[in-house]
């Protein structure tokens, strides 16, 4: 039982931007994957999802033995597939509590209501977003830090099999870096194998990952353990680039 994404490669708009990705993710691992900017990282993403817009010409993606490449996205997200967006959008006139509890169903089908709002108030209370929000619309008016505590806080109650986190922790103080790293903790501890998607060693050092994978003009150039996100808190990716 694995995520495998298999010799990927990917373009937009006919331009070639991944190049022979290949990467497994296993239940409960948490894989950083780190780059320059414009290193394709972002279109992994999308393309692990099945975005219209990125096309894969080459290679497999496989989740637990099942061949998605093709899947539509609520396909992908059926068979236990979730994306984080480095940007979260604003859905106006949809509540927090309703777009969880449609999900939810979505996935699961019935949904138990007095289980389904314990599980959200505890969540919610974890990650230190106020009750009210459940009922505000989905983003709308949230600052950066709050939509980014959203995105972790749909990863805990959908309990995919696993997740794509895209800069998850991109713009946040301190102390909300610290909320963001506890949820996907607690993902993992779920069973949930994350690819972590970040420039920054900060939310590493409170994830410790189990594996460091380094992208560069598309391609794969390194492979580690958490050291090597060290050395390019340190040295940058110089070294690697040569």
């Not at 990705?21 to 972002?42: D, Q, R, T």
């Not at 929000?133 to 600052?143: D, Y």
Request: aromatic share 6%.
């Amino acid at each position: 039982m694995s995520l495998k994404i298999l010799n990927l490669k990917v373009k937009v708009e006919g331009k070639l931007i991944l190049q022979d990705f290949s990467l497994e993710v296993k239940p409960g691992e948490i894989h950083a994957l780190m780059g320059p900017n414009g290193s394709g990282k972002s279109t992994l993403a999308y393309a692990l999802m099945g975005h219209p817009r990125y096309s894969i010409s080459q290679g497999k993606v496989i989740l637990d033995n099942k061949i998605i490449t093709k899947a539509s996205p609520d396909e992908r997200a059926r068979a236990g597939l979730f994306l984080s967006f480095q940007y979260p959008v604003e859905i106006n006139g949809v509540t927090v509590r309703n777009f969880l509890r449609s999900s939810l169903k979505a996935l699961q089908g019935d949904v138990n209501l007095l289980k389904f709002q314990r599980s959200l108030e505890k969540l919610m209370n974890l990650l230190k977003i106020k009750p009210e929000f459940q009922s505000r619309s989905i983003n709308e008016g949230f600052s950066g830090g709050e939509k980014k505590r959203m995105e972790i806080l749909q990863l805990l109650m959908l309990k995919p099999k696993y997740a794509v986190l895209d800069e998850t922790d991109s713009g946040l103080d301190i102390d909300a870096l610290k909320l963001v790293a506890k949820g996907i903790k607690l993902a993992q501890k779920q069973g949930t194998g994350c690819i972590v998607i970040t420039h920054y060693f900060r939310i590493l050092k409170h994830l410790l990952p189990d594996r460091t994978h380094i992208l560069a003009n598309g391609r794969l150039i390194a492979s580690g353990d958490r050291k090597l996100a060290r050395q390019i808190e340190s040295r940058g990716y110089g070294d690697l680039l040569k």
